[in-house]
């Protein structure tokens, strides 16, 4: 139940006003109260929705400001109507793009939706593909227009990239890919376990290796309590071709499974440091790990060719000894032990998967 104490720290939390002393712990209570993450959640919403009607409102005040005085200008000035009409637009071009803008982008985004939902019933399977690109690029046109604009329109819940990571020592250091937090001002990583309990917590960028495309980061939230051991362990040797693999990843907010096979030695262009797997990926799974049928980790997964179906590619998993020798002694605030030793070997893959998925992550990026 959500007291009036309570109540009152979540606005305070919201709002950004919350002391530091308190912001830990409280944040550690959302991490385990799921009823609590859902009001801060809602409150969260909440407040977005009162800023959005804020912008709205003063834009009608804008426009009803200059809308009087075009009139004022028509009626006591006719005889420099041309003059009047010039400096209206002058001194109001920028509001006036804004409101086109916001025009165009509803009346298309109406005829979007009634077109699509006629046609749902004929082409469930085809339109549910392009509808998510659809959304995506309308999404991106919003985007483009108000940075164009300069509308400040970020939240706190924005962020500009995600794909996936994994936890490779129990002190809490992830790898993912370089690209994936190439530029990132904010680190934020967030899983759920097989029990449905969801963590998120604040990284930091300890390394990148630009040559083998991927990065080191570590676990600098107070609220992290570090494991006492890995599951899996790390395959130095080269995995057999037509080896079973699967890999867990965050194309989207849920976790997702996908299995394949070693189709090649060598990824693109003959690359010897990776794999091609026949594994399906989508954007959000760079990063992500990739296990033989014992749960030996074998490869990170970096990308895929876009011209060829089925041809995704993974660096091979003895490349991490390569990224952690090259780090500065300096850089690490914890020793960083690579697993060494398989607890899963004689599970079940399903029962892999709930070993692995709490140390699976969504990296989200964010920039400022």
Do not use: C
Request: aromatic fraction near 10%.
């Amino acid at each position: 139940m959500i007291t009036q104490e309570i109540q009152e720290q979540i606005e305070s939390y919201v709002a950004g006003k919350m002391p530091a002393a308190e912001k830990g712990p409280f944040e550690k209570m959302i991490q385990q109260d799921k009823h609590l993450a859902e009001a801060v959640h809602q409150h969260q919403l909440m407040v977005n929705s009162f800023a959005t009607f804020s912008r709205r409102t003063k834009l009608k005040k804008q426009f009803d400001s200059f809308h009087k005085e075009w009139k004022e200008e028509s009626k006591e000035q006719p005889f420099i109507y041309t003059y009047g009409v010039r400096a209206f637009w002058r001194n109001h071009m920028t509001t006036v793009a804004v409101a086109a803008s916001v025009a165009v982008i509803t009346v298309f985004s109406t005829i979007f939706m009634t077109n699509y939902l006629r046609s749902l019933e004929h082409q469930q399977v085809s339109n549910y593909a392009e509808l998510k690109k659809e959304n995506n690029h309308i999404k991106k046109r919003l985007s483009d227009i108000s940075a164009s604009l300069q509308q400040d329109v970020t939240t706190a819940a924005d962020y500009a990239a995600s794909a996936t990571g994994f936890m490779i020592s129990p002190n809490g250091y992830i790898v993912t890919n370089r690209h994936v937090v190439s530029g990132a001002d904010e680190v934020y990583v967030e899983s759920t376990n097989y029990e449905n309990i969801r963590q998120r917590y604040k990284a930091k960028v300890i390394h990148k290796d630009q040559k083998l495309d991927l990065a080191l980061l570590k676990i600098s939230d107070s609220t992290f309590k570090p494991l006492t051991y890995m599951p899996y362990a790390l395959n130095t040797r080269e995995t057999d071709l037509g080896e079973s693999v699967y890999t867990l990843a965050y194309p989207r907010e849920d976790i997702v499974y996908g299995d394949g096979a070693i189709s090649a030695h060598t990824g693109n262009d003959g690359d010897t440091s990776k794999y091609q797997i026949s594994v399906p990926v989508n954007p959000g799974n760079s990063g992500a790990p990739l296990l033989d049928a014992k749960g030996n980790l074998v490869g990170i997964v970096t990308g895929k060719n876009p011209n060829e179906d089925g041809a995704a590619f993974a660096i091979k998993s003895k490349h991490l000894f390569t990224l952690v020798q090259e780090i500065p002694a300096d850089s690490l605030t914890e020793p960083l032990t690579l697993p060494r030793k398989n607890y899963m070997h004689y599970l079940r893959r399903p029962d892999q998967i709930k070993k692995l998925q709490g140390l699976v992550f969504n990296v989200k990026v964010y920039k400022k």
